[in-house]
């Protein structure tokens, strides 16, 4: 059913803040249950990919961390850089999905086929997502996409708009 999952970083993979040390050092939160999806999708043959609006050291971790098939940090717009991507790379987009939870996110939530945000995000962006997750942002998103795309709808959670 799904060949690729794209992912946005900030309020999908962590829970969307920054945490701040007492010596002004940013931090950022990810649940690792979602680290085992991720791995779990690669091992079950799907392509993992993260377009992400944000262009810093935590998006050099993460390429580092996960080695996506398909990375881009500093994206400004999502859906253009998606229409590009899927032309070169011929991509199927009806076998592909992503996951985003933010306002920049909803022309790509409305253009894929199987798009998903999390529970605790604005009705105008649940709205525009075809399935909203039971998990809220950083906290097993990744994981309840996962059981969908590898068990199917039928055995899913995840609420359907």
Known sequence: ??????????????????????????????CFDDIDAIFELRRNGIKIGFITGEDNNFCLYVKKRFSPDYFISGCKDKLVYFKELAKKEKIDVMKTCFVGDSQKDVPL????????????????????????????????????????????????????C
């Open 1 to 30: 059913m799904i060949d690729i999952v794209f992912f946005d970083i900030d309020g999908v993979l962590t829970d969307g803040m920054v945490y701040i040390d007492h010596e002004g050092h940013e931090s950022k939160r990810i």
């Open 109 to 160: 939530l409305q253009y894929l086929a199987y798009t998903f945000s999390p529970f605790d995000v604005d009705e105008e962006i649940k709205s525009a997502a075809k399935f909203v997750t039971n998990a809220t942002k950083g906290n097993g998103v990744i994981k309840e996409v996962a059981n969908f795309i590898l068990n199917g709808i039928k055995d899913s959670n995840i609420g359907k």
